[in-house]
């Protein structure tokens, strides 16, 4: 009787022409391992694509706020809004369960598509960016429900930790292929489109989310409701099988579709959910502020601060180990059978690697390579125990009903978004210095006749002009004078009796003097770099505030770190709540039994349906 695929009862309402091509994406058949493959890979492209746009801000945040002159407090806010809007546009999504996942992501695709790609490059003050980017977290609130939904429908509990695997590849991918794009292509774009060259970044990913949708509108399918709900034997009897291994009957499931969150608001799924959360604020910090995090505090072999594009190539180990391991470590569950050992060293080994990863940031001119080692050791890590866990939950909420998987994971999904909004409202209060240098990195990054200006690279090449004109600035800026400028610059172009007598009749005694005996050194240190000089004396204040705030960003991050990792601890007792064996062997053992138990409930369906 085990059929590769099975046909759902017959009478599966849906619409005509234009609307069924539009609006009904649902498939009446188990399909076979091919078409199955295919719907899981595009529902996980969809997925990194979904986040990719959601994502997208995360790679050009420094830019963002010069851009709209936000400060980073504001930055946050929109953060934490977004994040909890997300958290309660989840729990609708729940109905998924009844209505289906296919429209939610299709049309998701959509959306987001049109909001990034024109939405934000229109908006022109950080209240509209602000309001654009809290409509995305609504539809993402709702997509991070239903991909995962998908996933599932599409793949057997056997295979369920590789599928979950891919599946989590999505958020992952999004935040790898935003720092690749941004490491590639934002100094381009800025260099050809001027301080908004940055809003490239949203056009590219909001196009290529425009793309998805039309191939998820043709391709994407969904299980009917009468697939969905139930597991199946030859492979529509299934779910019904392995709800009696399991001591349910198919009234019980029945009767618990009718009121979805009284069966899985249960203290077991909410322990795991919040643990698991906890767990991933350092994963959603390295998500929303990775980028900021590398530019602020450490500096390259030349002694420059990361620039955007450096800090984005940095962003891409740490995405591609963690996509890597994702995978690997999804595999190894099934192959294994067990989940919670995986999790386990998972978690004792992020906990290990983010105190490694903490002390980096004690000296900014920490070798790249140590860096990158660090954050690869660290997301691998994470990844050994998000990917099991992930298998494990879904797992958790079958256990209880299999027609529930949606109302389940809007649980997690409520639960993590209202867990991260909530913890970034504090980060601004413990990352403090972001302000002072997002508000004045205008005057260290800027332009002067014509030319970029990087203001911690002149004062680096050109150590003696910025300790000369620092040293002597009392009388140095007279010669700045309005009144004395044309004056000065024309006796630097003729030095003539005439030009010197116009020059002594222009400034105070003192001036001359000071002029005539650094003659020399002006000529070498000063005359070449006026403006930039003039630059640098103008705004010496701003400059300053600048680098208390980057003398100050190492050991404020770390303070944030340190909570992340509070979170990882509080997560390891939350393990025991999960499911399955420690053992596997013992695993093994439960699968062999599991199987004759549904070999002799098919017998006896095949002997009643005779």
Known sequence: MAADTATAPTGTTGRGGVGKFFFTHEIDEYPGNGKRTAYLGLAVLATIVLYYTYFTQTGVTPNILVSYHMSFKFYVWIVVISNLIGAFASLPASKTDKLGRSNVVIYGLLIIGVLVAFGIPACKTEWQFAFV????????????????????????????????????????????????????TLNHFLATGGPNGWKSQFVISGVTSLVVFVLALFFLKDLSSRLRDQLMVSEHDRALVEAKARGLSEQDLLAATAHPWRQIFKWDLVGSAAGISVFLLLYYA??????????????????????????????????????????????????????????????????????????????????????????????????????????????????????????????WGWILRLTVGLSFIFLPLVVTSVNPVVDNLPYAQTTINGQPFNAQEFQIQHPQSVAFAEANASWLKVLQEPSVAPVVAALNANLTAANLAAFQKAVPTFVYTKTLANATTLKKLVV???????????????????????????????????????????????IWLNRGRWSPKRAREDEAKHGADVAAELKTLVGANA
């Open 133 to 184: 980017v809290c409509l995305l977290g609504l539809v993402e609130g709702a997509i991070l429900v239903a991909t995962p939904a998908l996933v599932r429908d599409f793949s057997p509990q056997l295979g369920r930790a590789s599928a979950m695997g891919f599946w989590t590849v999505g958020p992952v991918a999004g935040s790898l292929i935003t720092s690749i794009v941004a490491a590639h």
């Open 286 to 411: 390295a998500s929303a502020f990775f980028t900021i995090y590398w530019a602020t505090v450490f500096k390259s072999p030349n002694g420059l601060n990361l620039s955007t594009a450096q800090a984005n190539s940095l962003n891409t180990y740490f995405w591609w180990a963690d996509i890597v391991a994702l995978i690997v470590f999804g595999i190894l569950s099934d192959l294994l059978k067990v989940r919670k050992p995986l999790m386990l060293i998972g978690s004792i080994g992020s906990i290990v690697a983010l105190v490694l990863f903490i002390h980096a940031a004690d000296n900014p001119h920490t070798a790249l390579d140590t860096i990158i080692t660090l954050e690869i050791l660290l997301a691998s890590c994470i990844s050994l125990t998000y990917a099991p866990w992930m298998a494990g939950y879904t797992e958790m909420v079958e256990a209880k009903n299999p027609a529930l998987v949606g109302t389940g994971l809007a649980l």
């Open 528 to 574: 070449p770099y006026e403006a930039q000089l003039g630059f640098l004396g103008a705004h010496q204040s701003q400059l300053n505030q600048l680098l208390k705030g980057v003398a100050k960003s190492p050991k404020q991050w770390q303070n944030w770190f340190w909570v992340c990792l509070v979170g990882m601890i509080v997560f390891i007792p939350t």
